[in-house]
């Protein structure tokens, strides 16, 4: 008897280790399968390399308004695609910035690297979709797929900034003066003048006539001996 019941606690205690770990391998297979489930979903949702592929889903907000070309309705229209853009693609933005920032300058598609390709005709399908009459024909005058560019433009020809700030930035060239500071060395303030000239002429897609540098140098030189140098030799 004492046999028969060793061996039927021997059996119980068995049954109850055996319980547990079918239990515990459950728990272990739930908690595998919840981690399974946030590893498919953060996957889903951040593109190769990292960066998030979109913030919010667009189908759920809608496109914007389509902008016709009214420049009364630029500003407004600028302020909701750009939230749009960020929304289905954070790095649209940086792309559109350094689109604007080249002024009159032309965005050439065969600079792309194949991200930013793949970004510029993502830029470019929206704008077609979201534009029509006068806006969209700037937009069917761009190379297809090439939205860097047709962003470029768009903001070239209803940016008012735009043009004001070149005018402006050409102003002060004109009336850029050299050697005033005894401090400031010579050959650096002529070079830092050519630089700017040059950033001038990238962003406005104009060049400054090589006569009207040499008159700015040589009217804005406060430098007695080298302005007299400069007018003798532009004299000959």
């Given at each position: ?128 979709m979201v534009t029509t009459d006068d806006a969209n ?100």
């Amino acid at each position: 008897n004492r046999i028969n019941q060793q061996l039927g606690q021997n059996l119980n205690d068995q049954q109850i280790r055996t319980d547990a770990a079918e239990t515990a391998l459950q728990e272990a297979r739930a908690q595998l399968s919840i981690l399974a489930a946030a590893t498919g979903a953060s996957s889903s949702a951040t593109a190769p390399g990292g960066s998030w592929a979109g913030v919010v889903d667009t189908r759920t907000i809608g496109k914007p308004k389509s902008f016709d070309g009214r420049r009364d309705a630029w500003r407004e229209f600028r302020f909701v695609f750009e939230a749009f853009s960020g929304a289905a693609h954070p790095d649209l933005g940086e792309l559109m910035a350094k689109a604007e920032s080249l002024g009159g300058t032309p965005v050439e598609s065969s600079d792309f690297d194949p991200r930013t390709e793949s970004l510029s005709r993502q830029l470019y399908y929206m704008l077609v979709m979201v534009t029509t009459d006068d806006a969209n024909k700037v937009i069917r005058n761009v190379e297809s797929g090439n939205g860097a560019e047709a962003w470029r433009r768009l903001c070239w020809q209803y940016e008012p900034d735009v043009r004001v700030r070149h005018g402006a930035v050409l102003h002060s060239l004109l009336k850029r003066e050299f050697g005033k500071d005894d401090g400031r060395e010579l050959t650096l303030e002529i070079e830092t003048f050519e630089k700017d000239v040059r950033k001038w002429e990238t962003q406005s897609g104009k060049l400054l006539d090589p006569d009207i540098k040499m008159s700015v140098l040589t009217g804005g030189m406060c430098n007695t001996k080298i302005k007299d140098h400069l007018d003798l030799n532009a004299g000959r």
